[in-house]
């Protein structure tokens, strides 16, 4: 399993140098910035475990660092300390939902045991990542590649997400990277950073570390559901109006009353219109209509040839048939 990473943010150097040797002794992996500003540009570029700030860090404060790591990840356990006596200083932070406030000079055992508690601490259910089976975008990055697929969840737990493994990548970029990994819940898109483990053979997985906390990217305008159907689409290119329709077919990737987002083996212009046919089976549902395009995604490439997602804004449909949509939608929303 990923070894839990602990960032210690501290201006006094040799402070850093022994509490990253002793987290390391146990077990640990410690990543240490000298001021506020880079101690949040280490959160927000990979994942960490718990945080130890100094309250009186350059550029940023401590208690600035933590208001901001409050609003962008509000689960990470974070731990302050300082050499001053503060009382109201202490407060705030305590306030702000500091797990502790350290005297300099502390115990060091004690420091570690404290490290340990907040590493193990339960995640309840319903801060789970994947809580309705979402389906996930992953991009694994490393150095100047990027690989973009949409892997099978195979397991998880509090800790651990088990995804499929890509096709057709080298090992070191998989043992090396990054994993950027987003999904869509009903109220928005979500994303986190996690490094990467590979599954011990013959299992042909990855382990990915689950953050403390997700961040969302935006709030979805309208309800949207992962749904498997076919799709279908016929553009008439508008400068080329005497050219026959360009005709595209692909997988459905989500629906909602609004538009869809499609897989399709062309990336179209964004704000080309074309006449569709949604067809679901399982619900066994048939839309058509018209839409344009509004936004194309990166290559996913796990699929062979590779494919890109495409998203689509509805602009004609029928009244009956955007009903049906609706109420469809409506349906499968309480079910999850």
């Known amino acids: 399993m990923p070894t839990p990473r602990i960032l210690v943010a501290d201006n006094e150097v040799n402070l850093c140098k022994v509490l990253a040797a002793r987290l390391q002794r146990t077990n640990l ?88 508690r907040q590493i193990s601490a339960p995640i309840s259910q319903t ?61 928005g898109v979500y994303q986190f950073r996690s490094r990467i483990e590979m599954a011990p053979m013959p299992r042909q997985s990855l382990y990915l570390r689950k953050p403390i906390s997700i961040r969302r990217l935006q709030r979805r305008k309208h309800q949207r559901v992962m749904e498997q159907g076919q799709v279908s689409l016929a553009f008439s290119l508008r400068r080329e109006r005497e050219v026959p329709p360009q005709t595209l077919s692909g997988d459905l990737y989500d629906l909602s009353s609004g538009g869809f987002s499609a897989l399709l083996p062309q990336a179209p212009p964004v704000g080309e219109e074309a006449s569709f046919q949604i067809t679901l089976p399982e619900a066994s549902l048939t839309i058509v209509g018209q839409a344009r395009v509004v936004r194309v995604g990166g290559m996913v490439a796990d699929r062979i040839p590779a494919v890109y997602r495409v998203g689509l804004q509805f602009t004609r449909i029928a009244p009956a048939m955007r009903r049906a949509l609706e109420e469809w939608l409506e349906r499968t929303l309480k079910r999850v």
């Open 29 to 116: 992996e410690c990543v240490v910035a000298h001021d506020g500003v880079q101690a949040l540009e280490i959160i927000r570029s990979q994942p960490v475990d718990v945080a130890v700030l100094d309250i009186r860090l350059p550029r940023k404060t401590g208690v600035e660092v933590l208001k901001e790591i409050r609003r962008d990840h509000p689960m990470l356990p974070c731990i302050l300390m300082t050499a001053f006596e503060d009382p109201e200083i202490h407060e705030e932070a305590v306030r702000l939902g500091a797990k502790a406030v350290l005297q300099k000079p502390f115990d060091l055992d004690a420091f570690i045991d404290l490290i340990w």
């Open 127 to 187: 801060q789970m990542l994947l809580q309705n089976g979402e389906k996930v975008l992953v991009d694994i990055r490393g150095g100047s590649m990027s690989y973009t697929y949409t892997p099978r969840v195979i397991s998880q737990d509090d800790r651990i997400l088990e995804i499929e493994s890509p096709m057709m990548i080298d090992h070191e970029v998989l043992s090396r990277g990054v994993a950027i990994v987003q999904f869509t819940r009903g109220d």
